[in-house]
C-alpha cells in the first residue's frame, strides 16, 4: 500500500505481510486455512468479495501477528483472485488470493513402481546452470565452493540442463534433497527450512522447479520432493514468534531433545560401541509408555531443529496443505519423506489420506535409518498396528539392506545377510516397493569407505540393481566419486561447472576409471529396463552361505538367475534345482558378467570369477 498524506500508515495499523498459502485452486479442496502474517491481524470480521467464499472461522494470535483464516470454497466458484478484507480494531486491511483452474493431470503425480530406478540429487552440488543465482543478493558470503558447508551454486537449472545425462545413464525418478528457501549459510543441504513456500533462491525460482518436472515429464522421468513436515530450520521466523504458542513441540528456550531416553541395555543391545542408526525400538514397542516414546516424537531432532506440533490440527492442516499445494503447483510424482518416526503415527495417516484423496497413485518413501526389518516395516502403510492405525506410508527406504550390503561388501560379514534380510519381507505389505541402496547424502561414499575398491562398488551396484524393489543411486556413484563423511560425501560433480578440470558428464570427460564404473552401471540399468523379471519378479533363493548368494528373478515372461561371489578367489558351485521354480529348465545362457553356468541334471553347475555378480537367463 503507498502511503500518501491522507492514508499515514498508523504503526499499529493492520497490515498483511504474507498469506500462506499464497494461492489455492478451485475444485481442489473444499476449504483452504490461511495463515497470514503481519501486524494488528485481531480481526473482528474477515469477507471476501467473491460469493462463493466464505470465512468459516478466525483466530488471531500472537499479538495480532498473525491471523488464521479458514475458508470454504463454494462448488461453484470460478478462477480468479479473490480479494478478502480484514476488519481489526485499529483499522482495516486486505489480502489477495489467487484461485486457480486445475490444470490437466494427465502425465502428473505419477507415482513409482518397481520399473523405475531413482537417482538422489543434492541440486547444490550437482551442476551449476544459473551463476547469476550463487549468491542472492539477501545472502551475501554465503558462495564459497572452496567451502564444504558454503553454498556451491548448482541449481535446479542445472539439474535439468543435464537430464539427457540422466537418461542416458538409465535412471527414471529423481529425488532431489529440499528445494525450500533455507536460512543459514550452511544450510546448502535445504533442511533448515525458513519458508515452506518459497523455492531457495540459491537453486532458483518456483518456475525453476515446475519447468525441471516438467522437463523431467517430457523425457520419461519422474520427481521426487524431499518434504520434512517433522521440522523446519532454527531461523525460521516461527521460531521467536510461534503462530500459536502450540505451534511446535516446547519453545526455543524449553524443549526436549530427540535423543531417546533409553539405553542399548534396555532391550538387551551390548553397551559401548556407538550406535550407528537412530533408536525407533520403543515407538514400535507395544508396551512402551508415551514416557519413553515422547523425546523421540516431540524432541527438537539433533537438540536443535524446532519440533513442529503434528499432533495440533491447525499444524496439521497447514502442513497437508503444503505438500497439497506443491503437488498441485509442480505436477511432482511423489515424497520421500524426512525423519518419519520423529512424527507421530496420528499425523501421518491423516496426511496420508488428504494426499491420496487428491493424488491417489503419488508415491510417498519413508527414511527410518534403522538396520532391523522388524523395526522399520512397523512404520510401512498398509496394515494397521496395535496403535490401530496405518501411516499410509507407500513403502520405504531399505536401510536394514543398506546396512548389509555394507558389512557383506566392506566389513566380509557373511553373505548369507542379504537372505537374512529379505526373509522379513514378510513383514511388508508391498515388499516390492522398498527402495533398496547402498550410499546416500548422510553416509560417507561408498568408494572411500574402509574396505572400499572400484570392484566392491561394482558389486555394490550389481546387487542393489537386481534385488526386489525400486533402487536408488546417490550422484556421482556411477563414476566413483569419493568422499569422507558429510559434508565431504557431497562433493561437486565433476563438469557441472564452467572452468572445471573434467566433464564428467560427457563420455570424452571421464577417466578411465569413471568410464568404467559408469559403463557398469549403465549396463546393468539397461539390462534391467530390457527384463521384467528384474524389475518386478517374484525372488526365490537359490543358494545362499558365508561368501555367494544365487538368486532367481521370475516374472511371467521370464526367469533370471543372479549369481553374487563376495569371495577373494573364483568359485564353482552346484546348485540343486528340485522343488524350484528352475526344475524343469532346459538352458541356462550369460546375459550379464563373466560366470559360467551348465545344466547338469537337475543342477546348476557354476563357476564364479573372485568378486562378481552375473545374471543369466533360464529357459
Ligand atoms: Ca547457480
Ligand atoms: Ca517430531
Known amino acids: 500500500m503507498r502511503a500518501g498524506p491522507q492514508q499515514t500508515a498508523r504503526e499499529d495499523a493492520p497490515a498483511v505481510t504474507k498469506v500462506e498459502p499464497p494461492s489455492w485452486w478451485v475444485g481442489l479442496t473444499p476449504e483452504v486455512l490461511l495463515l497470514l502474517s503481519g501486524r ?27 491471523l488464521f483464516v479458514w475458508l470454504k470454497i463454494g462448488a461453484d466458484t470460478k478462477s480468479g483472485t479473490a480479494v478478502c478484507r480484514i476488519t481489526a480494531p485499529k483499522g482495516t486491511t486486505s489480502f489477495e488470493l489467487p484461485l486457480a ?19 538422489l540429487i543434492m541440486p547444490d552440488r550437482f551442476a551449476n546452470g544459473d551463476p547469476t543465482n550463487d549468491e542472492p543478493a539477501e545472502a551475501p558470503g554465503t558462495h564459497d565452493r572452496s567451502k564444504p558447508r558454503a553454498y556451491h551454486g548448482g541449481d535446479l537449472r542445472g539439474i535439468k540442463n543435464h537430464l539427457p545425462y540422466l537418461k542416458e545413464l538409465g535412471v527414471t525418478a529423481l529425488w532431489l534433497t529440499p528445494v525450500v528457501k533455507n536460512g543459514a549459510a550452511q544450510d546448502y543441504h535445504g533442511y533448515g527450512a525458513v519458508d515452506l513456500y518459497a ?20 523425457q520419461g522421468m519422474k520427481i521426487l520432493f524431499d518434504v520434512v513436515p517433522n521440522h523446519v530450520g532454527p531461523k525460521h521466523p516461527w521460531v521467536s514468534n510461534p503462530p500459536l504458542p502450540d505451534w511446535f513441540h516446547g519453545t526455543l528456550r524449553h524443549h526436549l531433545d530427540s535423543f531417546s531416553p533409553l539405553k542399548g541395555s534396555f532391550y538387551g543391545k551390548g553397551g559401548g560401541q556407538a550406535p550407528a542408526n537412530d533408536p525407533f525400538e520403543s515407538l514400535i514397542d507395544p508396551h512402551a509408555s508415551a514416557r519413553m516414546k515422547r523425546n523421540l516424537t516431540e524432541g527438537w531432532f539433533l537438540g536443535i531443529l524446532p519440533d513442529m506440533n503434528t499432533e495440533n490440527p491447525v499444524v496439521e492442516q497447514y502442513l497437508l496443505q503444503n505438500s497439497i499445494w506443491w ?12 525423519t518419519f518416526p520423529y512424527v507421530g503415527r496420528k499425523f501421518w495417516a491423516t496426511w496420508h489420506a ?3 484423496r487428491l493424488y491417489p497413485y503419488l508415491t510417498t518413501i519413508g527414511e527410518v535409518f534403522h538396520p532391523d526389518p522388524s523395526v522399520t516395516s512397523f512404520f510401512a502403510g498398509g496394515a494397521k498396528h496395535f496403535d490401530g492405525i496405518d501411516s499410509g506410508l507407500t513403502t520405504l527406504f531399505d536401510f536394514p539392506m543398506y546396512f548389509t550390503l555394507r558389512d557383506v561388501l566392506l566389513r566380509n560379514a557373511p553373505v548369507g545377510r542379504i537372505a537374512d534380510v529379505l526373509r522379513h519381507d514378510a513383514l511388508y505389505v508391498r515388499p516390492e516397493m522398498l527402495v533398496p541402496f547402498f550410499a546416500n ?3 560417507p561414499r561408498f568408494a572411500s569407505a574402509d574396505g572400499g575398491s572400484p570392484a566392491k562398488l561394482k558389486l555394490a551396484f550389481g546387487l542393489t540393481l537386481t534385488l526386489r524393489g525400486i533402487p536408488e543411486i546417490y550422484y556421482g556413484d556411477e563414476i ?15 563438469g557441472g561447472w564452467i572452468g572445471d578440470a573434467n566433464d564428467a558428464f560427457a563420455p570424452s570427460g571421464r577417466t578411465r576409471d569413471q568410464q568404467e564404473i559408469f559403463s557398469y552401471v549403465q ?14 519378479g517374484q525372488l526365490w533363493h537359490l543358494a545362499s552361505d558365508e561368501l555367494s548368494y544365487v538368486f532367481a528373478r521370475e516374472s511371467e515372461e521370464e526367469r533370471l538367475v543372479v549369481a553374487f561371489n563376495n569371495a577373494d578367489q573364483p568359485r564353482e558351485l552346484r546348485i540343486p534345482l528340485a522343488d524350484t521354480l528352475a526344475e524343469k529348465a532346459g538352458a541356462i545362457e550369460l546375459v550379464f558378467g563373466e560366470a559360467k553356468a551348465e545344466l547338469a541334471g537337475k543342477e546348476i553347475r557354476m563357476t564364479m570369477p573372485a568378486q562378481s555378480v552375473s545374471i543369466f537367463s533360464l529357459n
Open 101 to 119: 483452474s486445475r490444470s490437466p493431470t494427465l502425465g502428473k503425480y505419477q507415482g513409482l513402481s518397481p520399473d523405475d530406478a531413482m537417482y
Open 523 to 536: 549396463s546393468l540399468l539397461r539390462i534391467r529396463h530390457e527384463h521384467a523379471a528384474l524389475r518386478g
Open 40 to 66: 494488528g491481524l485481531e480481526a473482528t470480521h474477515v469477507a471476501c468479495n467473491l460469493p462463493t467464499l466464505r470465512v468459516s472461522r478466525t483466530q488471531s494470535s500472537a499479538g495480532g501477528n498473525y
Open 441 to 443: 547424502h548422510d553416509v
Open 327 to 338: 503437488a498441485e503447483i509442480s505436477g511432482l510424482d511423489g515424497f520421500r519423506v524426512d
Open 480 to 494: 566413483g566419486m569419493p568422499g569422507g563423511g558429510d559434508p565431504d560425501n557431497r562433493r561437486d560433480f565433476p
Open 199 to 218: 523455492v531457495e533462491p540459491h537453486l532458483g525460482a518456483l518456475k525453476d522447479y515446475q519447468d525441471l518436472v516438467t522437463a523431467a515429464h517430457q
Open 354 to 356: 488428504g494426499l491420496h
